[in-house]
């Protein structure tokens, strides 16, 4: 019997706060309805998952797993996809690598709800993938903090100056936020994002998050109130740090949690396959939508039902 089909799915937590893991577990046939519910009620806890043993070999089983989980996104807005698989985007050291924090594609106004990663190429030491808990982030905040965070609004948008270094930019770093930019998407989301499953609250923030939406501030201001926030949820207590090893899958909730793909593999191929899943419109604590600035993004994602 396949295990996908036993009654209780145990999975190990990776932290206190964020991750867990489990071995052996084939994503790769039919799961049942009971399946697909814990994983649910797990990701909903843990927040990111690793699938060790997947046996997800190849796009289609990918595709098929994230499926059971909603309606899929494209690709992305503006990046290609992988040949001859619109859903499918691939995220190639030979593109550069996303070593900034940011919650996936949250420059439209319905970012995915959750994200698969499918191990592909893999260097022979580094590559992780850190994802963050913005949930603990926003436990972390001292109340008056907290209350002043409740009330921020934060414009969200592809366009913006990425500020590398030359000496650590790739060398396709031009032609790639050329890419990337083709389109420009604007939103403003709620700083706090209350999460339509669980009713936690975290800070919906990363890295395209550019500025506040108050009257008055600064530039300056606002990315330092930005600054403050993100410091909070990339303490080292609401971090996982998830190491790859073939036929490895993670799916994370797009909607309360960040991640981070450090460059300290000395330049050895890295690729991973990423699918991600249709989400809904974030609203914050007042019970107020996001609302898109500038930019269609309905060939990208329909808006997902709760």
Do not use: C
């Amino acid at each position: 019997m396949s295990i996908a089909t036993e009654t209780k799915l145990e999975f190990a937590k990776l932290g206190s706060r964020i991750g867990a893991e489990i071995r052996g577990l084939d994503l790769s046939g039919d799961l049942s309805a009971e399946t697909v519910a814990q994983i649910r009620a797990a990701l909903n806890e843990h927040k990111a998952l690793v699938f060790r043993e997947a046996n997800i070999l190849s796009d289609e089983a990918q595709l098929k797993f994230a499926s059971h989980f909603g309606p899929l996104t494209t690709a992305h807005p503006t990046v290609a996809s992988v040949e001859g698989e619109a859903n499918v985007l691939p995220v190639d050291s030979e593109n550069g690598s996303a070593n900034n924090w940011h919650t996936d594609v949250t420059f439209v106004v319905n970012p995915p709800q959750a994200s698969t990663l499918r191990s592909i190429d893999l260097p022979a030491y580094g590559g992780e993938t850190l994802i963050a808990s913005s949930a603990g982030a926003y436990q972390d905040l001292p109340d008056e903090l907290r209350n002043f965070a409740d009330t921020l609004w934060a414009i969200h948008t592809n366009d913006y100056d990425y500020s590398v270094p030359k000496n650590l930019e790739h060398e396709n770093a031009e032609e790639r936020r050329k890419e990337f930019t083709r389109l420009k998407f604007e939103t403003a989301h709620p700083v706090v994002r209350v999460h339509p499953l669980t009713g936690e609250r975290g800070l919906f923030i990363g890295g395209f998050a550019q500025r506040l939406r108050i009257v008055g501030l600064s530039n300056t201001e606002s990315k330092d109130i930005i600054r403050l926030l993100q410091a909070y949820v990339t303490r080292p207590e609401n971090v996982v740090r998830v190491n790859w090893e073939p036929n490895q899958l993670v799916l994370f909730d797009n909607r309360i949690t960040q991640h981070y793909a450090p460059d300290n593999y000395d330049g050895q191929p890295r690729k991973l396959n990423r699918v991600t899943i249709a989400g809904d419109i974030p609203v914050g604590v007042d019970g107020k939508p996001s609302q898109s600035i500038q930019g269609d993004s309905s060939a990208y994602s329909v808006v997902a039902p709760l």
